[in-house]
């Protein structure tokens, strides 16, 4: 009897627990993996938290156009239904290149610059 309570209570809460987060706006942090250095190898970052719902695209730009290949992790959730992904892409800054991410949640897109510390 107490695994069917349990049962039934875990079930509710799946149910239930998104349905009682708010729609929540991104917070988007774009960083390298080691401090920037024209012509050193390196790796942009792109960290999107704490939103809702979890339907995102995040895209990493060089001079304003997708850099391919880029990697993704998978979904994830906080307790409070939250969502948080983070994408990354090797790359080489070069001088006058601009690098960045473009998030798009709720239909809105908007673009995040990496400001190099060189």
Same mark, same amino acid.
């Given at each position: 009897?107490?695994?069917?309570?349990?049962?039934?209570?875990?079930?509710?809460?799946?149910?239930?627990?998104?349905?009682? *987060?708010? =729609?929540?706006?991104?917070?988007?942090?774009?960083?390298?993996?080691? @401090?920037?250095?024209?012509? $050193?190898?390196?790796?942009?970052?792109?960290?999107?938290?704490?939103?809702?719902?979890?339907?995102?695209?995040?895209?990493?730009?060089?001079?304003?156009?997708?850099?391919?290949?880029?990697?993704?992790?998978?979904? *994830?959730? =906080?307790?409070?239904?939250?969502?948080?992904?983070?994408?990354?892409? @090797?790359?080489?800054?070069? $001088?006058?290149?601009?690098?960045?991410?473009?998030?798009?949640?709720?239909?809105?897109?908007?673009?995040?610059?990496?400001?190099?510390?060189?």
């Amino acid at each position: 009897m107490r695994a069917f309570v349990c049962s039934v209570f875990l079930l509710l809460l799946l149910l239930t627990g998104p349905s009682v *987060a708010k =729609e929540s706006a991104p917070k988007v942090q774009v960083y390298t993996r080691a @401090p920037g250095e024209y012509g $050193k190898d390196n790796t942009l970052i792109c960290h999107v938290s704490g939103f809702h719902p979890p339907e995102i695209t995040i895209e990493l730009l060089r001079n304003g156009k997708e850099i391919p290949d880029a990697k993704q992790t998978d979904l *994830a959730f =906080e307790e409070n239904w939250h969502y948080h992904m983070t994408k990354h892409v @090797p790359f080489t800054p070069n $001088k006058g290149d601009e690098f960045g991410c473009r998030v798009t949640h709720l239909g809105k897109k908007n673009a995040y610059a990496w400001e190099p510390d060189m």
